[in-house]
């Protein structure tokens, strides 16, 4: 049977905050059953919009990190039980997400990721109550979904009224847990997990005038940490980006170290495209453009495709380029999240894109597939 992701987009794991904004070190200590070699356990982590990846061979299930914070911020174990490599074990479902502080963080399990208990973590006792309060993580809502599409007759799985009306029940999901997730702010102004409730509770394209009172409802220490001033960004983005206005001009390198600057493509229709290597549902959106741009390319179309992989992933970028005959420009600062373009435009997730006529103004967003030809074929005439 087929396996539908009900998360369209690579979304960005959401970054916590608090009060500390020094650098400090961090422990993460525990044990997971009786594993040994060639059990591996994969470690990541964020810290002031950067990942960080770490990893350990367990020794009869122990196993010990450390790293630099500024503030609390949201961390993920990947097990490999059987030396097969991190990205057999995450498609496996073998992940714990947890919340990293300034003071050891411990942990216990009897056999699995999936039985894990904190042994005292304040942090992690909050964002579980958060969990709790918001309905789970947005992963259980997708497998909540995949399941049902997993247990459907063949003829279902084929049947596009089916697929829609499923995605429906995901988006009314999502819905709800965004309505839950305001509710919390309001409810705990003083808890810094209302910057992330309020982060992941609006989408790319949100009515900045509605949800700024929210968000200076928050306390000002936790609005003054990098995810609240990260969230004030896109606050911002929400009133200057958006259909019907100027694009922001930039600049920055493609992968051979030459500068692009948007003002490159003025008088020619230009999508601006958000995407990554690692980016599965970019990558499956990738032949779309390749047939939009052959098709439209000689009558004034052109892609400028912004990358989010970062500098450790340079090689993985250029080689999907190559790969899904992308011959189109690209450019990356190899910031990944932190890319100063993506970050100006708002972008929490990709992929996502913005199409700007020959003026510099923004004439649609986020079209993907049909929507993109259409749109294509009602400007070209096509």
């Given at each position: 049977?087929?396996?539908?992701?009900?998360?369209?987009?690579?979304?960005?794991?959401?970054?916590?905050?608090?009060?500390?904004?020094?650098?400090?070190?961090?422990?993460?200590?525990?044990?997971?059953?009786?594993?040994?070699?060639?059990?591996?356990?994969?470690?990541?982590?964020?810290?002031?919009?950067?990942?960080?990846?770490?990893?350990?061979?367990?020794?009869?299930?122990?196993?010990?990190?450390?790293?630099?914070?500024?503030?609390?911020?949201?961390?993920?174990?990947?097990?490999?039980?059987?030396?097969?490599?991190?990205?057999?074990?995450?498609?496996?479902?073998?992940?714990?997400?947890?919340?990293?502080?300034?003071r050891p963080v411990k942990l216990k399990s009897p056999d699995s990721l999936q039985n894990i208990v904190f042994v005292h973590s304040p942090i992690n006792e909050e964002h579980l109550n958060y969990l709790d309060i918001i309905g789970g993580q947005i992963q259980d809502l997708s497998a909540r979904m995949n399941e049902k599409m997993m247990k459907a007759t063949p003829e279902q799985q084929n049947d596009p009224a089916f697929i829609?009306?499923?995605?429906?029940?995901?988006?009314?999901?999502?819905?709800?847990?965004?309505?839950?997730?305001?509710?919390?702010?309001?409810?705990?102004?003083?808890?810094?997990?209302?910057?992330?409730?309020?982060?992941?509770?609006?989408?790319?394209?949100?009515?900045?005038?509605?949800?700024?009172?929210?968000?200076?409802?928050?306390?000002?220490?936790?609005?003054?940490?990098?995810?609240?001033?990260?969230?004030?960004?896109?606050?911002?983005?929400?009133?200057?980006?958006?259909?019907?206005?100027?694009?922001?001009?930039?600049?920055?390198?493609?992968?051979?170290?030459?500068?692009?600057?948007?003002?490159?493509?003025?008088?020619?229709?230009?999508?601006?495209?958000?995407?990554?290597?690692?980016?599965?549902?970019?990558?499956?959106?990738?032949?779309?453009?390749?047939?939009?741009?052959?098709?439209?390319?000689?009558?004034?179309?052109?892609?400028?495709?912004?990358?989010?992989?970062?500098?450790?992933?340079?090689?993985?970028?250029?080689?999907?380029?190559?790969?899904?005959?992308?011959?189109?420009?690209?450019?990356?600062?190899?910031?990944?999240?932190?890319?100063?373009?993506?970050?100006?435009?708002?972008?929490?997730?990709?992929?996502?894109?913005?199409?700007?006529?020959?003026?510099?103004?923004?004439?649609?967003?986020?079209?993907?597939?049909?929507?993109?030809?259409?749109?294509?074929?009602?400007?070209?005439?096509?």
């Open positions: 049977m087929r396996k539908i992701t009900f998360i369209s987009l690579c979304c960005l794991l959401a970054m916590g905050s608090c009060i500390n904004k020094n650098n400090q070190s961090f422990t993460l200590k525990g044990k997971i059953g009786n594993w040994n070699d060639p059990a591996k356990l994969y470690f990541s982590y964020w810290n002031d919009g950067s990942e960080y990846l770490d990893s350990a061979l367990l020794r009869n299930g122990s196993f010990s990190f450390t790293g630099i914070i500024g503030e609390p911020s949201p961390a993920r174990l990947i097990l490999d039980y059987s030396g097969e490599g991190i990205g057999h074990a995450a498609r496996s479902g073998h992940i714990f997400y947890l919340y990293l502080e300034n829609a009306q499923l995605n429906k029940e995901y988006r009314q999901l999502l819905d709800e847990r965004s309505q839950k997730q305001q509710q919390f702010v309001r409810d705990h102004p003083d808890s810094y997990f209302s910057v992330v409730a309020i982060s992941e509770s609006v989408s790319s394209k949100f009515d900045a005038d509605e949800i700024e009172p929210l968000f200076l409802s928050i306390n000002e220490k936790y609005r003054e940490t990098y995810s609240g001033k990260a969230f004030a960004q896109r606050i911002e983005a929400a009133r200057t980006i958006g259909i019907g206005k100027k694009a922001p001009g930039f600049t920055q390198n493609d992968p051979d170290g030459n500068p692009v600057s948007l003002s490159d493509f003025l008088g020619k229709y230009l999508l601006l495209d958000f995407w990554a290597s690692w980016c599965g549902p970019c990558r499956q959106e990738n032949p779309n453009l390749v047939r939009a741009y052959t098709a439209y390319k000689d009558k004034g179309f052109e892609i400028l495709g912004v990358s989010l992989d970062n500098k450790d992933g340079k090689e993985a970028w250029v080689n999907a380029i190559e790969k899904d005959g992308l011959t189109w420009t690209q450019v990356s600062d190899l910031n990944s999240w932190n890319n100063a373009v993506a970050r100006f435009y708002g972008v929490r997730a990709v992929p996502q894109n913005f199409l700007i006529n020959p003026q510099g103004i923004i004439i649609a967003q986020d079209l993907r597939g049909e929507a993109l030809e259409q749109k294509l074929e009602e400007i070209f005439g096509e």
